[in-house]
């Protein structure tokens, strides 16, 4: 089925280590997103692309990277996990940037940073 | 600064009674509004959207939710509500242009037997 997909789905990691969040979509979405969801705290968006080779900051970018080498693929990296970071992160994609159709998520990435 | 207020943390409502999920967001300018569900251990999903028009939006499973430009409120209304209906839901707001959506904090709404 079309949609977005996130690997993995768990991780635990500890302090300092490093990892990457990989987000797929095969709908030909121009805008990706990453958001944190925290109770309650909702969703946070912590970077965004508009396009391939283009990413903006959201509003928790800080320890946390972005790329999008390709347009289907939104990558988050982690370069020194903290506790602070565990969260469940969600990948979404939208055809347009005014957000007419919405967004489609994925399943979500829970991590622990221990 | 633009936010979403979802008013209601947690919602606990017995099976077949209504239900009324609050959302209110700050902003002058004209906004699309969202509600998402996200049932337990899954993603979020579209419930319905406000663009423009109709102020009355429906869900294909029974809800509706209400755009009040002068309360700038878009609750989520179910007449009767179903086990199935356990789930949080979000509302989200784009203020204008090609802004990302904001979410509210989200509202656990539990249907008890």
């Known amino acids: 089925n079309a949609g977005v997909t996130q690997t993995p789905k768990f991780r635990v990691l500890k302090t300092g280590q490093s990892m990457t969040l990989l987000c797929a979509q095969d709908m030909n979405h121009e805008y990706m997103y990453w958001y944190r969801q925290d109770p309650g705290m909702g969703l946070r968006l912590i970077h965004y692309?508009?396009?391939?080779?283009?990413?903006a900051k959201g509003e928790v970018p800080d320890g946390y990277n972005v790329s999008r080498l390709k347009k289907q693929n939104f990558l988050l990296g982690l370069e020194s996990a903290a506790p602070s970071q565990t969260s469940v992160y969600f990948c979404?994609?939208?055809?347009?940037?005014?957000?007419?159709?919405?967004?489609?998520f994925g399943s979500g990435t829970r991590l622990t940073v221990v | 600064a633009q936010s979403v207020t979802q008013l209601d943390s947690q919602v606990p409502v017995f099976e077949e009674a209504p239900v009324e999920l609050r959302c209110n967001y700050s902003?002058?300018?004209?906004?699309?509004l969202f509600w998402y569900v996200q049932y337990p251990n899954q993603g979020l999903q579209l419930l319905l959207k406000?663009?423009?028009?109709?102020?009355l939006v429906e869900s294909i499973n029974g809800f509706e939710a209400e755009f009040n430009k002068s309360q700038t409120s878009f609750h989520l209304r179910k007449p009767s509500v179903h086990i199935s209906d356990t789930a949080e839901y979000y509302c989200a707001v784009r203020i204008s242009g090609n802004t990302p959506l904001v979410f509210g904090k989200g509202t656990r709404l539990s249907v008890i037997a």
């Open positions: 406000y663009l423009s028009g109709s102020t």
């Open positions: 692309s508009v396009g391939e080779g283009t990413t």
């Open positions: 902003s002058s300018v004209s906004v699309y």
């Open positions: 979404a994609s939208s055809p347009r940037g005014d957000s007419f159709y919405g967004y489609t």
